[in-house]
T-cell receptor, first 113, second 113 residues
Framework: DTAVSQTPKYLVTQMGNDKSIKCEQN?????MYWYKQDSKKFLKIMFS???????INETVPNRFSPKSPDKAHLNLHINSLELGDSAVYFC????????????FGPGTRLLVL | AQSVTQLGSHVSVSEGALVLLRCNYS??????LFWYVQYPNQGLQLLLK??????LVKGINGFEAEFKKSETSFHLTKPSAHMSDAAEYFC???????????FGKGTTLSVSS
């Protein structure tokens, strides 16, 4: 069984569209994260949720909205997609907070045309 | 604020040679430090982590890292490189609130036969 899964794996879309990326973890962890990896492979935290509550919201455009329907899921919705949103988005989870090991999903490769 | 600096964006070694990937950190509190590996088109996998229990930390696949407070370093080493070690390596520190990981810019390790 995959510990942290993301769908879709690849996403190609036009500028201005709205898209969602889904993340699920079956590890029983309390905390989930979204990271963005840019074309230079730099990884940056976007959001962090603990027990369905937002605990980090970095400087991310408000076109990005995370939603956590339950502890095992953290979805990322992106409105009005822009060219600069093209990146790889990783979901991760950890037992509590970031001092614990984070387990990463395989990533979603988003290409905005 | 916490930060990490990885010296050398690209390291090339021959198979069987010593691997040394450098990481220096900045932290105003005792840090939690991590090394992650990313194979092509995959998510990140934990190699090892330092949580103040021991300064020499052993990880998976024969890697280890030594925490040196006086040098604010957490360099990753492996005595003998294998072709399968070719990947992107990230050093990370837990942020001050312990709510997210702050990643370095990564080091690409190439291994030649």
């Amino acid at each position: 069984d995959t510990a942290v899964s993301q769908t879709p794996k690849y996403l190609v879309t036009q500028m201005g569209n709205d898209k969602s990326i889904k993340c699920e973890q079956n590890l029983g962890h309390d905390t989930m994260y979204w990271y963005k990896q840019d074309s230079k492979k730099f990884l940056k935290i976007m959001f962090s949720y603990n027990n369905k509550e937002l605990i980090i919201n970095e400087t991310v455009p408000n076109r990005f909205s995370p939603k956590s329907p339950d502890k095992a899921h953290l979805n990322l919705h992106i409105n009005s997609l822009e060219l600069g949103d093209s990146a790889v988005y990783f979901c991760a989870s950890s037992p509590e907070v970031a001092k614990e090991t984070q387990y990463f999903g395989p990533g979603t490769r988003l290409l905005v045309l | 604020a916490q930060s990490v600096t990885q010296l050398g964006s690209h390291v090339s070694v021959s198979e069987g040679a010593l691997v040394l990937l450098r990481c220096n950190y900045s932290s105003s509190v005792p840090p939690y430090l991590f090394w992650y590996v990313q194979y092509p088109n995959q998510g990140l996998q934990l190699l090892l982590k330092y949580t103040s229990a021991a300064t020499l930390v052993k990880g998976i696949n024969g890697f280890e890292a030594e925490f040196k407070k006086s040098e604010t370093s957490f360099h990753l080493t492996k005595p003998s490189a294998h072709m399968s070690d070719a990947a992107e390596y990230f050093c990370a520190v837990s942020d001050q609130a312990g709510t997210a990981l702050i990643f370095g810019k990564g080091t690409t390790l190439s291994v030649s036969s």
